[in-house]
């Protein structure tokens, strides 16, 4: 995923001509795919199709011309407010507000977010979304938290394992370690094998927080980390595989990972119960580059991800035998 300022000019002319009141030029924004879709800020305004969404925007412009409606004369001047765009191989997304003047003086922001498809040498939508923010208090009857200001530094500041939970207490334990870690820091040496280990450290610790998880600690080699989602535990551990099967500069470095999902104890920033040492043991079983998965996660993923055929795993100091599931990531 990386910006795509390229959007903003896209985004502009699409304005400037809907002020305007050029149908034919907004509408070449609209994908021809089967698939678009346009969602405005009318509760019916939603239209399937590019066939669809350009008979309506034809019969809106001229119904704006003849009656006014989202012009010159009500159009902040400043109009771009908030604008972000995101690009990933074929596929873009945007968002932004405009701020347009209401009667009686004041503003309304029209929040927009646009997705994106490349078609040729054009990026056209393929969803447009817009919309008018209604408050709270009218939706649902009772005002809800809004601003940001102090809640990212609160959540700092917190217990990491009160955030790792899910609501039901519910959490997901990911242990990683490289396979081979001993032999590979004897045949690199100690400098070489620090810079791997530095490498591999930012690259697990920055998917960790990209999915929403939390590092309880760091083993050498390898982390602890709690989830309280599973799905986004197992995109985490697909992330981290599929980031580290470059290698690092031509060295392979084939990291274990296992997942398990279940109730935990809450200590002093750390987790401790079966949970966690089943979890540890399922990521000592799997094989260099590889992610398994015990039951509970595989029947709370529910098919949102592709898992191999089911193996039996006898866990040491645990009753039985334990069923497991390789994550399929390549």
């Not at 503003?107 to 919309?131: C, D, I, P, Y």
């Amino acid at each position: 995923m990386e910006p795509a300022p390229e959007f903003r000019p896209l985004v502009e002319r699409m304005l400037k001509n809907w002020i305007k009141r050029d149908p034919a030029a907004v509408i070449d924004l609209i994908s021809r795919e089967p698939g678009s879709l346009v969602i405005g800020t009318d509760p019916e305004e939603w239209w399937d199709g590019y066939d669809t969404v350009s008979t309506i925007f034809k019969i809106q412009f001229q119904e704006m011309t003849d009656i006014g409606g989202f012009g010159p004369e009500n159009l902040d001047p400043n109009f771009f407010r908030d604008f972000s765009a995101w690009k990933e191989g074929s596929v873009g997304w945007v968002s932004f507000r405009v701020p347009v003047e209401r009667e009686g003086g004041g503003h309304n922001f029209t929040r927009f977010t646009l997705v994106l498809h490349e078609e040729g040498s054009f990026w056209r939508a393929v969803q447009w979304h817009a919309s008018i923010g209604v408050q709270n208090e009218e939706i649902s009857g009772h005002p809800l938290t809004t601003s940001v200001d102090g809640i990212l530094t609160s959540l700092h500041d917190a217990e990491l394992p009160a955030n790792a939970t899910s609501g039901d207490g519910s959490v997901t334990i990911m242990f990683t370690d490289i396979e081979g870690s001993t032999s590979l820091m004897e045949s690199l040496g100690e400098s070489e094998w620090l810079d791997l280990l530095d490498w591999h450290d930012r690259v697990v610790t920055h998917q960790s927080r990209v999915f929403g998880g939390k590092v309880i600690k760091g083993q050498g080699d390898g982390f602890m980390i709690a989830f309280p989602a599973t799905g986004s535990a197992a995109a985490c551990a697909v992330a981290i595989q599929k980031s580290l099967s470059t290698g690092w500069t031509g060295v392979a470095v084939p990291v274990r990972i296992g997942l398990h999902r279940g109730n935990v104890r809450s200590e002093g920033g750390d987790f401790f119960g079966r949970t966690v040492v089943l979890a540890a043991r399922i990521a000592g079983a799997a094989g260099g580059s590889e992610i398994l998965v015990s039951q509970a996660v595989q029947e709370d993923l529910d098919g949102a991800l592709s898992l191999d055929e089911a193996r039996s795993l006898s866990v040491k100091g645990l009753a039985g035998t334990q069923t497991v599931f390789p994550l399929a990531w390549r």
